[in-house]
């Protein structure tokens, strides 16, 4: 047990209290943020007058070394140490002496800990806004491809209108848009420093916060030490964030496990990203779709938790509060192995042209256009829409689809048709006549597309 309180005891802590108070197993991963905020606590301790120099420099040689020993491997981060905070304190007083002893003067763990959290999500926004970004690249190159892919638009999964492929993956286009937005806006936000709090109330040094903060890269310091310590709302929203857009891959896992159907094989999942059965030879199963939609529960689950943890915490720090770490981490590693993984999963699909064509004409979906064309003949569109009723009834009948009725079938419902009424409910007509602008027509969708390279160029990963 390596504590750096025993002080005021006179007792040795019980092994199971220590293992259950103990986060090294979690919060080792905060090796290199600890380490990043001790340097520039100690570069500020020696500006400002309470380190000298030379105590300074060999503080950071230790630091430095410690951080290098860790990433190659030559010192382990063992549970033999409460916390990764212990552990980097410990082993520097080990290699350097003394002087290590001086590295906590004027901190304490509640603001440590608080610095290595808002630097550990710092880094995993950007993280998660760069997944995001490769996935657009996809999406965007997909669109471009698929101008002319027609396929049923649903609405209660049943066939609506006729859209294109380019247009329904435009909308996830713009799904994923906003996710990143989100990101931006979070870091925002949350990019203060919250070093120099202390325990809860500041400290009696003359830390200069302004300084590490800007050392570290935040906007500048927070304004209240009992909030900086106590704070997890950056925590909180990037959970709800990280959750929207696992709701956004869910949504599209369904679709794409709806489309890779047998009834429907609007796709083709490439077999590097699809598995098989151990008894029904003909199987090749989207189970990569599956498990991010699966993973999406346990996302939501961080959030919940998390909020739960804190909504009954008095200020200022308690330590409920380390609980805020295993769930984050889970969330982040879940997050960012469904966003690579689908990118590549939807990145190799192949889409059959064919087969989202033909379900598109065979569904009706172009009633409304045969309502529409009497309405500009001057039928008032309540009779227009039964007319158009009256003559899907007749199809169903005879199990054909609308554009497979003869003119004299269309007549007999109202003589207003004409020949053209074939070319004005052919499914191209249909497409491209959808023009206002966010509409699946071409010089419609040529628009949205030219926006969204330009987007590409511009927004800049964070
Ligand atoms: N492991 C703790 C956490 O994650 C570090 C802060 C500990 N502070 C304290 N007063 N015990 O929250």
């Known amino acids: 047990m390596a504590q750096l309180w025993g002080g005021r005891f006179t007792k040795e802590t019980d092994q199971m209290v220590y293992d259950f108070n103990a986060s090294i197993?979690?919060?080792?991963?905060?090796?290199?943020?600890?380490?990043?905020?001790?340097?520039?606590?100690?570069?500020?301790?020696?500006?400002?007058?309470?380190?000298?120099?030379?105590?300074?420099?060999?503080?950071?040689?230790?630091?430095?070394?410690?951080?290098?020993?860790?990433?190659?491997?030559?010192?382990?981060?063992?549970?033999?140490?409460?916390?990764?905070?212990?552990?980097?304190?410990?082993?520097?007083?080990?290699?350097?002496?003394?002087?290590?002893?001086?590295?906590?003067?004027?901190?304490?763990?509640?603001?440590?800990?608080?610095?290595?959290?808002?630097?550990?999500?710092?880094?995993?926004?950007?993280?998660?806004?760069?997944?995001?970004?490769?996935?657009?690249?996809?999406?965007?190159?997909?669109?471009?491809?698929?101008?002319?892919?027609?396929?049923?638009?649903?609405?209660?999964?049943?066939?609506?209108?006729?859209?294109?492929?380019?247009?329904?993956?435009?909308?996830?286009?713009?799904?994923?848009?906003?996710?990143?937005?989100?990101?931006?806006?979070?870091?925002?936000?949350?990019?203060?420093?919250?070093?120099?709090?202390?325990?809860?109330?500041?400290?009696?040094?003359?830390?200069?916060?302004?300084?590490?903060?800007?050392?570290?890269?935040?906007?500048?310091?927070t304004q209240n030490s009992m909030d900086s310590v106590s704070d997890r709302d950056y925590v909180i929203e990037y959970l709800a964030a990280l959750s929207t857009v696992m709701m956004h891959l869910s949504r599209f896992s369904e679709e794409i496990i709806i489309w890779n159907s047998n009834e429907y094989h609007f796709v083709e999942l490439d077999d590097a990203y699809s598995t098989g059965s151990s008894i029904m030879p003909q199987k090749k199963n989207p189970d990569i779709a599956e498990l991010v939609r699966g993973k999406t529960g346990r996302v939501y689950g961080a959030l919940m938790s998390l909020l739960t943890t804190m909504k009954g915490l008095p200020l200022a720090y308690n330590k409920d509060m380390q609980e805020d770490k295993e769930v984050v981490f889970d969330a982040i590693d879940t997050v960012a192995s469904c966003l690579a993984l689908f990118t590549g999963m939807v990145d190799t699909m192949k889409f059959n042209r064919e087969a989202m064509e033909a379900s598109a004409k065979n569904g009706f979906t172009n009633a409304t256009d045969v309502a529409d064309y009497l309405v500009n003949h001057g039928v008032p569109f309540r009779d227009a829409h039964s007319i158009s009723g009256r003559l899907v009834l007749k199809c169903i009948e005879r199990d054909i689809a609308l554009d497979d009725l003869t003119l004299e079938d269309f007549r007999s419902e109202s003589t207003v048709f004409e020949e053209d009424i074939y070319e004005a409910i052919s499914m191209k007509t249909c497409v491209e006549k959808r023009l206002t602008l966010g509409a699946p027509g071409r010089a419609a969708m040529e628009k949205v597309l030219e926006a969204g390279r330009k987007y590409m160029e511009d927004a800049e990963v964070l």
């Open 25 to 221: 197993k979690f919060d080792r991963r905060l090796y290199r943020q600890d380490i990043e905020g001790s340097m520039a606590h100690v570069k500020m301790l020696a500006r400002q007058g309470i380190l000298t120099e030379k105590e300074r420099d060999l503080i950071l040689r230790g630091l430095l070394d410690i951080l290098q020993d860790v990433e190659d491997g030559s010192l382990e981060i063992t549970a033999e140490y409460e916390d990764i905070h212990s552990f980097v304190e410990a082993n520097l007083i080990k290699r350097i002496g003394d002087t290590g002893k001086k590295l906590h003067t004027g901190r304490s763990r509640n603001d440590q800990v608080a610095l290595d959290m808002r630097l550990y999500i710092r880094d995993e926004i950007r993280h998660t806004d760069r997944l995001l970004y490769d996935l657009l690249k996809v999406l965007l190159r997909i669109m471009e491809e698929n101008l002319d892919t027609f396929m049923p638009g649903f609405t209660h999964l049943q066939k609506a209108q006729p859209v294109t492929l380019a247009h329904h993956i435009g909308a996830y286009f713009e799904m994923f848009k906003r996710d990143r937005l989100r990101m931006a806006d979070i870091l925002e936000r949350m990019n203060y420093c919250p070093l120099g709090a202390g325990a809860l109330a500041g400290t009696t040094y003359p830390l200069d916060r302004g300084y590490t903060s800007d050392l570290l890269g935040f906007y500048g310091p």
